[in-house]
């Protein structure tokens, strides 16, 4: 079965789940799954909707939300902010009680005014711009950290672990890409080694061959790119193809997909490129269970397929715990109340952002996969 058929079918499921809600009982609780599920990130929508309908399976097994089930609606924003004010909005007509989404920043910030303005808590398994926390919305959350804590841990393993002295700092000029390479450029120059070329590209460029040739010309040693898989593949590729071989090449937690070895052109251009993310949630004791019963599907959870799962398991902790649908109610259960989750436990500060964030760097390798590497003393 190739890539494109079993992602068509997916979203054939899932659209048939969305059209499908319509029809069961009022008392059911509905959730909004958003993200890209079409588009050239449609394998972070894929991860989303396996970790969440897992979660609501289990929920449901278990008693519910409330006592009443746990009904999974997709939306697909594509990576799209316009898109994602759209099906934002069809989320709220839909009455859904919450939302797990968005995944790009820049479609999180602005769908997250729809669901504020209709009282609907969401909470995003993947953005970590800064801005999603920081407009004094009551009811918006993450499971992930924020830029400006992964850029440091970035900067600092450039500066203490890479011996990086010339760095190219690449973004994408979206949301997420640029704030997450300005935040790793900040802290390298806080560091004393500050970017000697810091640069942008377009979504859905494939010549990078002008860029390869400005990195070059600076001498660096090496690159970090603040972006998506579909640009850091090709990147790292033509820098390879073109001769700087030895130049290392870092990114981050928008990377976390097998996608990027195709987007690359095969394993042999990844070896050896570093990203950073939160701690592998496949290796805790909370998720053993979960990740076998993955396993034994044929699916691997992968990137933020149990941060899907667990960003389910707190909607419906705070619904249960507030004894109440209702997301103001929910939220505020939240910020006061730990959840445990199948990435542990865990605690939300008045912003809705998590009171302890864990990136730690990983590197891929020769086979394709990646690893999470050890943390540095």
């Known amino acids: 079965m190739s890539q494109t058929f079993y992602r068509k079918g997916f979203l054939a499921l899932a659209v048939a789940t969305a059209m499908g809600a319509a029809t069961f ?10 993200g890209p599920m079409t588009g050239a990130n449609a394998s972070f929508g894929e991860q989303y909707m396996k970790g969440a309908q897992a979660a609501a399976d289990a929920i449901n097994k278990a008693g ?14 594509a990576c799209e902010p316009k ?17 797990v989404g968005h995944f790009c920043s820049s479609s999180t910030i602005p769908a997250s005014e729809v669901y504020d303005e209709a009282g609907i808590i969401a909470i995003t398994p993947g953005s970590t711009n800064p801005t999603v926390t920081e407009r004094g919305l009551s009811a918006m959350f993450r499971m992930c950290g924020r830029d400006d804590q992964q850029g440091v841990v970035a900067g600092d393993y450039i500066v203490d672990v890479l011996k990086g002295k010339k760095i190219a700092v690449i973004n994408d000029k979206d949301t997420y890409g640029k704030g997450l390479a300005d935040a790793t450029a900040k802290r390298l120059t806080a560091r004393g080694v500050k970017p000697v070329l810091e640069e942008g590209l377009t979504r859905g460029e494939k010549d990078f061959s002008a860029l390869v040739t400005k990195i070059r010309s600076v001498g660096a040693d090496v690159v970090y790119f603040g972006g998506l898989h579909p640009e850091a593949g090709p990147l790292v590729r033509q820098l390879r193809e073109q001769g700087l071989k030895d130049v290392k090449f870092m990114s981050d937690d928008g990377v976390v997909t097998d996608e990027l070895v195709t987007t690359a052109g ?5 070896d050896g490129v570093y990203m950073t993310f939160g ?9 053993k269970a979960v990740v076998e019963q993955f396993r034994k599907s044929g699916y691997e959870p992968e990137g933020y397929t149990l941060y899907a799962y667990a960003s389910v398991q707190a909607l419906a902790a705070g619904f249960n715990g507030a004894k109440s649908n209702e997301g103001e109610k929910a939220a505020e259960f939240l910020k006061s109340h730990p959840v ?6 865990k605690a939300w500060d008045t912003k809705g952002d ?17 690893h999470q590497l050890e943390k540095q003393k």
């Open 340 to 345: 445990k989750t199948v990435m542990g436990e």
């Open 64 to 77: 519910g939300v409330n006592g009443e089930n746990i009904v999974l609606i997709a939306y697909d924003d």
């Open 25 to 34: 009982a009022q008392a059911d609780v509905k959730i909004g799954v958003a």
């Open 83 to 99: 898109q994602a004010v759209t099906v934002a909005n069809k989320a709220a007509s839909d009455k859904v009680a919450g939302v």
């Open 354 to 370: 998590l009171k302890v964030s864990d990136y730690v760097v990983y590197q891929w390798d020769k086979d394709g996969k990646y």
């Open 279 to 287: 701690a592998d949630p496949r290796m805790l004791p909370d998720s």
């Open 266 to 270: 095969g394993a042999q251009y990844v």
